[in-house]
């Protein structure tokens, strides 16, 4: 069965997606530092007021799918392909995430570019934590609550800061993901 979504909840979504499409075009086009929440108010032809009630702050405003990106940890986890272990879905779900080329590089460079954003994403990112180990627990057996699955969530959810710094993010991914799946073991 559809769920039928009604006019006022069109366009409020509407509304959230014009703010959230002004603010990335004119952030990349002038920089996230030089263009003021007004500005952004006036190109989705909406009130500054309104712009808050759609997104706490000017920073969110850059980070629209965050339940989006919760969801995807979860399912990245639950319907890993068949024979994949936890750790090989996490290490290709970051990759995608983070992956050189295409639209998502300019946004990337936006974001790694600009401390504010950077904190915010990292901050952002780590608030999934909770969802993740619970998925993990579940995927695994384990009870809930298990501090394993808890560090392992953290441990990955962590990593993707230095996979995205890093001059081959596939590389560094792989690196810090088998040492997941094996164990801190150094040579």
Not at 42 to 65: C, G, I, N, Q, Y
Not at 75 to 103: C, F, T
Not at 139 to 163: K, M
Request: proline share 4%.
């Amino acid at each position: 069965m559809t769920e039928v979504i009604g006019r006022r909840e069109r366009k409020k979504a509407q509304t959230r997606q014009a703010l959230a499409d002004a603010a990335l075009e004119l952030f990349l086009e002038r920089g996230y530092d030089q263009v003021g929440v007004k500005e952004i108010a006036d190109a989705a032809d909406v009130s500054v007021t309104t712009l808050f009630k759609h997104f706490p702050s000017k920073e969110a405003l850059v980070f629209d799918l965050e339940g989006d990106i919760e969801a995807a940890l979860v399912k990245a986890v639950r319907g890993r392909p068949p024979g994949w272990s936890i750790v090989d879905a996490l290490r290709e779900h970051i990759l995608r995430d983070v992956s050189d080329g295409g639209p998502n590089e300019e946004f990337l460079r936006l974001i790694e570019s600009t401390p504010a954003l950077r904190d915010y994403g990292r901050k952002m990112w780590m608030r999934h934590e909770t969802a993740l180990a619970q998925a993990i627990a579940e995927e695994a057996g384990a009870p809930e609550g298990d501090v394993g699955c808890a560090a392992l969530a953290r441990f990955a959810l962590a990593s993707r800061e230095l996979v995205v710094a890093h001059e081959n993010p596939r590389r560094a991914a792989e690196d810090i993901f088998g040492r997941l799946e094996r164990g801190w073991r150094m040579k």
